[in-house]
């Protein structure tokens, strides 16, 4: 009798403990969102990470690492990432996120890596470029774009793949060597063997064709969405410190089976016990000070 009401005392434990806690943390890491679109002008797609099926993408939509995001023709995407960093896709570009990590309280582990596979874009810097020597950079057709907090543009023009400054600095490298563009300045790449001529100043005409290619048809509109956005980024951002905490580089990994194994989070402390199921895999979870589980 005594065995059977220890069973059910644990087994209530359990759902209203850390199954509980599974739960809700579930819930409030939000999945990974990175980012949210706030604007759709045409027809756009994303391949959602690791599937190959792609979803009609439209304004409020969410961005997670490693989607896949297609401006079709005639076409422009605007995506608002969680640190405010803005990135415009024009017609005919694809674009995924290879890394992203932000956290709006600790910026020294904060970086952000980006590919964009065909096309032109604009960025514009948010808060993870803004740290002393940020670790961001965007991968193109010709060469890779270190960021150092700024608004760039990239794609091509003329027969070459250009990229301009407007605010800040970058640096522009590929196989063949690497070059500093400072604002106000563009270079022009072939490929990624040829080295980046030196940075010079662009035309008028260049400059009013590169607007041409990112600009909205309600600008006004957009930036006021953006700016209506902010309360929920906040939330979003919270709930991606809480993500990467638990499921980010340095945080607890979560087993697909088996026995649950414990280790220290990010601040190698207080480790939790979390498991996708309390029951699901190797029954019990693993009681921590207790060999094999609970003594039953």
Do not use: C
Not at 56 to 79: F, P, Q, W, Y
Not at 217 to 226: F, K, N, T
């Amino acid at each position: 009798m005594v065995r059977y009401l220890l069973i059910a005392a644990v087994a209530a434990f359990l759902l209203s403990g850390p199954a509980a806690a599974f739960a809700a943390d579930e819930q409030q890491d939000g999945e990974g969102i990175i980012g949210t679109v706030m604007e759709v002008e045409g027809k756009a797609t994303v391949t959602p990470a690791g599937e190959k099926t792609t979803k009609a993408l439209a304004v409020k939509d969410s961005i997670h690492m490693k989607d896949v995001i297609t401006a079709g023709a005639k076409s422009r995407v605007l995506i608002l990432f969680i640190d405010n960093t803005q990135f415009r896709l024009s017609e005919s570009t694809k674009m995924t996120v290879d890394e992203y990590v932000f956290d709006p309280d600790n910026a020294r582990g904060n970086k952000a890596s980006y590919s964009v596979l065909s096309g032109t874009f604009q960025y514009v810097s948010g808060l993870i470029a803004k740290k002393k020597d940020p670790d961001v950079n965007i991968d193109t057709p010709v060469g890779t774009i270190g960021i150092r907090g700024t608004k760039l543009w990239g794609g091509t023009i003329k027969d070459s793949y250009g990229v301009h400054v407007e605010e800040g600095a970058v640096s522009v490298k590929n196989d063949g060597g690497q070059v500093l563009v400072n604002k106000g300045e563009g270079t022009s790449l072939k490929n990624r063997k040829t080295a980046p001529p030196k940075a010079a100043p662009w035309p008028q005409e260049q400059l009013q064709f590169i607007s041409s290619t990112i600009l909205l048809a309600d600008e006004a509109g957009v930036l006021q969405r953006i700016t209506g956005f902010q309360g929920q980024q906040k939330l979003l951002q919270g709930q991606f410190k809480h993500f990467l905490k638990f499921k980010g580089p340095g945080g607890i990994k979560l087993p697909s089976g088996g026995d649950l194994k414990i280790g220290p989070g990010k601040e190698g402390k207080n480790g939790r016990i979390r498991k996708p199921s309390p029951f699901g895999g190797g029954g019990f979870p693993h009681a921590p000070g207790v060999p094999g589980g609970f003594p039953f």
